[in-house]
């Protein structure tokens, strides 16, 4: 998420926390002596020194604290989350095809696990790219920046559709299948906001500039809509259809939701700061990309974190196997 300049009242922003490259400053301060000087060039009988306090007649800017606290430790965190999230739903992705305490389980739900993982695994492969873009800027090329972005909030869009959008339990085998590839479908074309987006700069980080602010709000949009909205209506459904047993169900999937759905919803404020639709604080534009970084953090850690819970919660729960092919 990205405002339109580097030194405006909101940083300048790529992946987790909105860091831009380490060897780049976070703002620039004014330079008072070459504005006494310009002063005394064009204004012969003009002192600027006359004013007792004149650095304090110019606004100075926020100051955000979340890339001086953790930029060092983003790159390492990143390159380990990438590592641990192409090998646990490796992991994941083999349990599923040998072990009988994983093939236990609703076709439809292995079929669901098997395309998570799968998007999971996309979506780790995308981050050494933005490992290399915190320390060194972005170095891959526009092209790159648009496809990595894609395929990053592809993935977990996909996720999101796959958990919500196949709670129907009343559906025969085959059409759950096509609802599932058309989930997964659907979850890649969300993506193409956030490619259209992009813009490279110092990071690739989406733009909101002319021609790319359409596309950027309807990023976060959809962002909203998969993470928060979404899960919430269906949650809504199951519990006012809870009398029907087979129609709405959670299941263990719904354990996404916990990783993405706060970033999702504190992308809202960050959007009216950025549109400057609310008035704020310093403070409170400082503390919301700080908290937002987090939150990123929060939902990196899904790629690896969430095949082990699924893992786990499988070797405790195992269920009888229900034939339902796929």
């Not at 100051?63 to 001086?68: G, H, L």
């Not at 992705?93 to 996309?122: E, N, P, V």
């Not at 092209?143 to 990595?148: D, F, G, L, M, P």
């Not at 009398?243 to 169900?249: A, C, M, N, R, V």
Request: proline share 6%; glycine share 8%; charged share 15%.
């Amino acid at each position: 998420m990205d405002p339109p300049s580097p030194d405006s009242s909101t940083p300048r922003t790529g992946t987790m926390g909105n860091c831009i490259p380490l060897a780049q400053n976070l703002h620039q301060s004014l330079n008072f002596s070459e504005l006494e000087d310009f002063f005394a060039s064009t204004m012969p009988d003009y002192d600027l020194r006359n004013f007792s306090d004149y650095e304090g007649l110019f606004p100075q800017p926020c100051v955000f604290t979340y890339c001086s606290t953790f930029g060092s430790k983003i790159p390492p965190f990143l390159g380990v989350a990438s590592a641990l999230g192409i090998v646990c739903n490796m992991v994941l992705l083999t349990a599923l095809a040998r072990w009988s305490l994983l093939r236990g389980q609703h076709r439809a739900d292995q079929a669901k696990l098997i395309l998570m993982a799968a998007m999971a695994i996309l979506f780790a492969a995308t981050l050494p790219f933005f490992t290399v873009e915190v320390s060194q800027g972005w170095v891959f090329g526009d092209t790159s920046c648009q496809v990595a972005r894609a395929l990053k909030f592809g993935s977990i869009l996909t996720q999101g559709l796959l958990v919500a959008g196949s709670s129907w339990r009343t559906l025969s085998g085959r059409l759950n299948c096509l609802v599932l590839l058309t989930l997964l479908g659907l979850g890649l074309l969300c993506a193409v906001p956030a490619a259209l987006s992009s813009s490279v700069g110092e990071v690739c980080m989406a733009s909101q500039i002319g021609e790319m602010r359409p596309w950027f709000l309807t990023h976060i949009l959809l962002c909203l809509a998969v993470f928060d909205i979404l899960p919430g209506a269906m949650a809504v459904a199951i519990l006012a259809l809870k009398w029907q047993k087979d129609s709405l169900h959670f299941d263990r999937t719904w354990l996404f939701y916990l990783f993405w759905a706060p970033y999702g919803l504190v992308l809202i404020p960050d959007m009216l700061v950025r549109e400057q639709l609310v008035s704020t604080t310093c403070q409170f534009q400082e503390d919301l990309n700080y908290f937002l970084g987090l939150l990123e953090g929060l939902g990196i850690l899904h790629c690896w974190l969430y095949p082990l819970i699924i893992l786990g919660l499988s070797v405790c729960c195992r269920r009888p196997i229900k034939e339902d092919t796929c």
